[in-house]
């Protein structure tokens, strides 16, 4: 049987209830237009109790026996599908499916208010899919965030250019339906207004497409850890959407910034060095330029004593005196030839510390060098790395180290350089006050 025929019956099926309806209630003695009144208004309290039973009976499947077949299954992605409402959306989109059907025929009697029903039900339609269709697109973000592939990819932004075209399609339909022309028609109607569109969603267009260049780039992903002082953000990225990034500063404030600003302005991305498995130390002792002087034999010999540095003062020794002798330097002169200086030895012994510590990283640059003397004395600079790149693992560690150089400083007969405090000028005036 062909689908306008089926069309006709269910019409003449339909169109006969009501002058069923209407002859039995004409019957009675009523007018014309009382006997219409009335059919319309028996015939739309049935299909309201009609429509009720089936929202009840759709509760009824979808609670009691869908809901928990899903929660009894091992997949998640039927798990998202609730959680997102999708069977209630399906729920409305069934009822205004029945509605649809039926209501326009009740109010045969009335044919302009039966047009307005007809456009009203096809709005209500449209509004039933687009929830439809857009828990199914939350319900796919939720799945690609489960996945270790997107875990770090702004899925967001991916989601919300498709609900903004969804969104603008859904109008699209709309206008159609209430002016009765066609999509297309209203379609190039806005082409003459796509500089006024262009200007009014000029940031979700600049938002789009550093998501895309953000993502195709692999520049930043969601956990990276970033640092851009102009907008006040240093910590971790919390979700990259398609306006805007929130990022969780280490003191638990939340930023939101543009995400267009990821391109437009540089920031700094701590993802190599979280890669790289160490941390960097960059840190200097300030050595008081006073107390940097040539070592004699016998505090070379007391400094032998130290494990870490006996091996390094061997082969220093043999590398001067072999050097001395075959220059023929005059040692009675101490700037003469080569010699050891306690502030090389201690640079030494940093390094050889540095070296044996099993929460330094032996695989990554490690020195200890001497930067240019300033007016704070001699700046002996500690670059490496720590074995870790948590935070309190590398303010523990570089504590660590710092005290103990700053205890063994004085084994070299060095001295950390320090602005003089109170105690030191107090001193200084009660040493002058005896002299008088």
């Known amino acids: 049987m062909e689908k306008s025929s089926i069309i006709k019956i269910s019409e003449q099926t339909t169109s006969s209830i009501y002058q069923w309806t209407f002859n039995l209630i004409e019957a009675v003695g009523l007018s014309e237009k009382a006997a219409h009144i009335l059919t319309s208004a028996s015939l739309l309290i049935s299909i309201f109790i009609l429509l009720a039973l089936i929202d009840y009976l759709i509760r009824v499947i979808f609670n009691s026996i869908v809901t928990r077949l899903i929660q009894r299954t091992r997949t998640n992605w039927d798990n998202y599908l609730l959680d997102n409402k999708v069977e209630v ?16 025929y009740i109010f045969i009697g009335f044919p302009s208010f039966t047009s307005v029903l007809v456009k009203l039900l096809s709005v209500l339609m449209i509004f039933a899919v687009y929830g439809v269709v857009n828990g ?27 609900q903004i075209f969804l969104i603008f399609v859904v109008g699209t339909l709309i206008v159609s339906v209430l002016t009765g022309s ?48 102009k907008y006040g953000v240093d910590g971790d990225i919390l979700q990259i959407n398609l ?23 540089s920031f700094k991305n701590y993802r190599g060095m979280q890669e790289s498995g160490g ?68 640079r ?66 060095l001295e950390v350089f320090e602005l003089p405090a109170s105690d030191d000028l107090r001193l200084l005036v009660a040493e002058s006050k005896v002299r008088q």
Request: no cysteine; proline share 4%; glycine share 4%.
């Open 348 to 413: 030494a012994y940093i390094k050889a510390y540095a070296q044996k510590n099993p929460d330094i990283h032996q695989g990554l640059t490690l020195m200890v060098r001497q930067l240019a003397p300033n007016e704070h004395g001699l700046p002996l600079e500690l670059y490496m790395f720590t074995k870790g790149t948590e935070w309190a693992f590398f303010e523990d560690t570089m504590s660590d180290i710092f005290d103990h150089l700053f205890a063994a400083i004085k084994y070299f007969d």
């Open 243 to 265: 306006n805007n990034v929130r990022v969780q500063n280490w003191d638990k404030t939340i930023v939101t910034i543009p995400t267009y600003t990821l391109l437009s302005d």
């Open 136 to 162: 199914l697109l939350k319900t796919g973000r939720d799945i690609m965030r489960s996945s270790k592939g997107f875990v770090d990819k702004p899925v967001d932004s991916y989601l919300q250019v498709l």
């Open 279 to 346: 941390r960097r130390i960059k840190r200097s002792i300030q050595i008081k330029i006073s107390t940097i002087r040539y070592l004699r034999p016998e505090e070379i010999e007391k400094l032998k004593k130290i494990v870490l540095l006996a091996p390094y003062i061997a082969q220093r020794e043999n590398e001067i005196a072999e050097y001395n002798a075959q220059n023929q330097i005059d040692q009675t002169v101490l700037v003469n030839g080569r010699r050891m200086t306690n502030v090389g030895l201690f």
């Open 89 to 104: 959306h399906l729920s409305r989109l069934i009822l205004v499916v029945a509605a649809q059907q039926s209501l326009p």
């Open 182 to 229: 066609s999509p297309w028609s209203f379609l190039l109607s806005l082409g003459a207004a796509s500089a006024v569109l262009m200007l009014v969603f000029k940031d979700t267009i600049l938002g789009f497409v550093a998501s895309i260049q953000v993502s195709a780039n692999d520049s930043v992903r969601v956990g990276d850890w970033i640092e851009m002082p």
